[in-house]
């Protein structure tokens, strides 16, 4: 073993020991001298991959410049033809005093040091592993063939074999050597290849999990596992202690990557790539099948770590072994000691990362479910949100332990989410009924907004995080005040204690709403929405409550709220995206000065209340015109059935309201005295006449009527603008 364990010394003098061991592997005949041919093949595989596998020593990134020779060292050495010149002298010349005479003999060349990837690098240490097993299969079959006597003589040469008066560097160093400094016996001696194999097996899948060739990644695993397992079963039955916290060390990388794995598997959709994993995964060459056969000659069929290694295209199985993995890794690595706490911390992430994966899984699931849920499935969707609760409650506990603010925050997130969905799950439905705001669905929205505001109170001026948790929060409040409006529970809490929680909780969403004026996102979109939504039907609920009023001072009071919010929902929809949401509201406003019309006694009210509901009405031509220009477009998603015939009865609403408008002033300008001669008079009841019969000759049935009320609008306008009245009675 070379003098030194760091990678500066290994790389200055790797050249100089392969040269020395070709030298031998070269000179020696494996079927006479099995035993040192074994040691020499398995000292030159530990140039090439140290048994450490924190060290960076082997950690090469391939940015070197590959030697050609140095990854393609020939076992048998044929091919050796180069000289170099070496100074000499001759042994005669010694005894003639100061007289030395010097002759050049041809010798073989100095490798070069050894450079290139880590995964070439891992396949040249397992190919001289395998001499080395096929050199102690040798001396194995020589052992038992000699008879008592030679077979002792035969224990004591091996004892003698590659003394090694190096220094000790490295665990295989101390499997390799005995306190007497001397080579063991054949057990020991698996056990060393073993862990060097494991370490190269290990190498492979890593590199290969970075390429994403998810099935040579699961399949060199599995060797791996198969050596590292084998090798603590031979420790065992000589009891022998291998170098615990390196051993662990490395099943804690092997599992950390067969995580990596299978999370990455988990994803994979494609029929194709799931396919091209098989193949990868079914690839065997001589030098896995001789591993194979020395693990399965120790321990048969293995079963310990199948679990790890299993190609399947099932999500939940790679999520599930992912979790297990990680969590294998991170009991080891928390009893390394406090050097190895940066890498706990990155498993313990990775953990949190791959809980909150397993939660959103059971989310969709859940999300289905529900969607066709019925009694006899009733018990496996409980199921599928206890699963999802108790990742997501894993995920949680993962983050807060390394104190990863940010992420336990997503995850409250994604429980709010989960009680959102809890509560759908016991919506009443009978007979594809729904029925009213239930008690269940009040308790799950409640912990829904508890996880909400945590994750709030976590991120608070945290940017885009924070916005993040804001939107779903104030969705929340607005499907509950929504639910709560359009299935109220009547039967068991008084109408005005409802309205007032349904104001509290639209009021709690346009709080936790945030509308950026220059900002023109897709989400700041649906937020303006939303936010004319909810102006929409407070406006509406304050509308509906002025129908009981308590006093005239409440009911002028919820009239200018209704009035305030009918304003800010139309300022918030565009007509040009939403013409049939603003053409609801401006038809709510007209109904409000109806309402005023139908409750007013004197004329002079009347008749004001009948003209701000005929000037409302004429604000919807703009309206009508982005509908008719969506009836006349080329594009078939612009003017859909179910967008005609919503127009189409819109339209027909606010037609009936300008004729009921038009009638009231008439009726109104024709009874009542006003401060105008007799020929001014008829001339006003003559014009609004007109208007009302123009209004009346519409036909709403026609597929042209959208077209129709445009012209008959601007005709009618066109009168309405001539004549300003004052009305006394």
């Not at 859940?366 to 990742?391: G, P, Y």
């Not at 508890?450 to 969705?475: F, H, I, P, Q």
Request: net charge neutral.
């Amino acid at each position: 073993m070379v003098t030194g364990s760091d990678h500066d010394t290994l790389s200055k003098e790797s050249g100089t020991i392969r040269t020395l061991l070709k030298h031998c592997l070269n000179m020696l005949d494996p079927n006479k001298f099995p035993e040192y041919y074994c040691a020499a093949a398995y000292m030159m595989s530990d140039l090439y991959i140290d048994d450490n596998v924190s060290e960076q020593s082997w950690t090469c990134d391939g940015s070197e410049v590959v030697d050609s020779e140095s990854l393609n060292d020939d076992l048998l050495f044929e091919n050796e033809q180069e000289f170099r010149t070496c100074t000499t002298v001759d042994i005669k010349t010694l005894i003639q005093p100061q007289q030395h005479r010097f002759k050049n003999i041809p010798d073989m060349a100095r490798l070069g040091n050894i450079h290139g990837t880590l995964n070439a690098r891992a396949l040249q240490a397992l190919k001289y592993l395998v001499e080395a097993l096929r050199g102690n299969a040798i001396h194995r079959r020589s052992q038992a063939n000699n008879d008592v006597n030679s077979q002792s003589q035969h224990q004591h040469k091996s004892k003698l074999i590659v003394p090694l008066q190096y220094k000790l560097t490295r665990t295989s160093s101390e499997i390799l050597n005995d306190n007497k400094n001397h080579l063991t016996d054949d057990t020991r001696l698996k056990s060393l290849i073993l862990h060097k194999a494991a370490a190269a097996y290990f190498c492979l899948a890593d590199e290969n999990e970075k390429l994403k060739h998810y099935g040579l990644c699961l399949r060199y695993l599995q060797l791996a596992l198969k050596c590292y397992s084998n090798l603590f079963i031979l420790c065992a039955k000589i009891k022998l202690q291998l170098s615990d916290m390196e051993a662990k060390k490395l099943l804690s990388y092997i599992m950390s990557i067969a995580g990596d794995c299978r999370r990455m598997i988990a994803y994979t959709t494609s029929s194709e790539e799931i396919d091209k994993y098989r193949e990868q995964y079914s690839l065997n060459n001589e030098i896995d099948q001789e591993f194979e056969k020395v693990t399965s000659e120790i321990t048969g069929e293995q079963t310990e770590f199948i679990w790890v290694s299993e190609l399947t295209p099932m999500i939940d199985q790679n999520l599930f072994a992912a979790v297990d993995a990680y969590e294998y890794a991170i009991n080891i690595v928390k009893n390394l000691g406090d050097n190895e706490r940066k890498r706990l911390n990155l498993l313990t992430k990775r953990f949190g990362n791959v809980r909150n994966e397993m939660g959103c899984f059971y989310i969709s699931k859940c999300e289905q479910a529900v969607k066709n849920i019925d009694q006899e499935s009733s018990k496996e969707v409980k199921e599928l949100f206890r699963k999802s609760f108790e990742s997501f409650n894993s995920g949680i506990k993962a983050f807060e332990s390394i104190k990863d603010i940010s992420n336990i925050a997503l995850l409250y997130n994604n429980l709010g989410r989960l009680m959102r969905l809890y509560a759908q799950f016991y919506a009443p439905i009978v007979n594809e009924v729904r029925g009213e705001f239930s008690p269940q669905e009040r308790q799950y929205y409640n912990k829904a907004f508890d996880y909400y505001l945590k994750g709030l109170k976590l991120v608070e001026n945290r940017g885009d995080l924070y916005k993040t948790l804001s939107w779903e929060l104030s969705g929340a409040y607005y499907t509950y005040a929504t639910i709560l409006q359009d299935y109220a529970p009547l039967s068991k809490h008084p109408q005005e204690d409802i309205e007032k929680e349904v104001i509290d909780y639209m009021t709690k969403s346009l709080k936790y709403l945030e509308i950026e004026t220059t900002s023109s996102s897709g989400r700041n979109s649906l937020a303006i929405y939303r936010a004319a939504t909810i102006h929409h039907r407070l406006a509406s609920l304050f509308h509906n409550s002025l129908r009981n009023p308590d006093s005239k001072t409440k009911r002028k009071h919820l009239r200018s709220l209704a009035s305030f919010h009918y304003q800010k929902a139309l300022k918030l929809f565009s007509v040009q995206e939403n013409p049939l949401e603003y053409l609801r509201v401006q038809l709510e406003e007209v109904a409000l000065a109806d309402y005023e019309l139908q409750n007013a006694t004197e004329n002079s009210s009347r008749l004001k209340y009948a003209q701000q509901g005929l000037k409302e009405g004429f604000q919807c031509q703009k309206c009508i015109e982005i509908i008719e220009q969506r009836h006349l477009s080329t594009d078939s998603d612009d003017y859909t059935e179910t967008f005609s015939q919503e127009a189409h009865r819109l339209l027909a609403i606010l037609n009936g309201r300008i004729q009921s408008f038009l009638k009231e002033i008439a009726k109104i300008t024709k009874t009542t005295k006003k401060k105008l001669n007799e020929n001014e008079n008829s001339i006003i009841f003559e014009d609004y006449k007109e208007m009302y019969s123009i209004a009346l000759r519409l036909n709403e049935q026609l597929d042209t009527f959208p077209h129709d009320l445009i012209q008959a609008f601007i005709r009618m306008k066109k009168i309405y603008d001539k004549h300003s009245i004052t009305v006394h009675d």
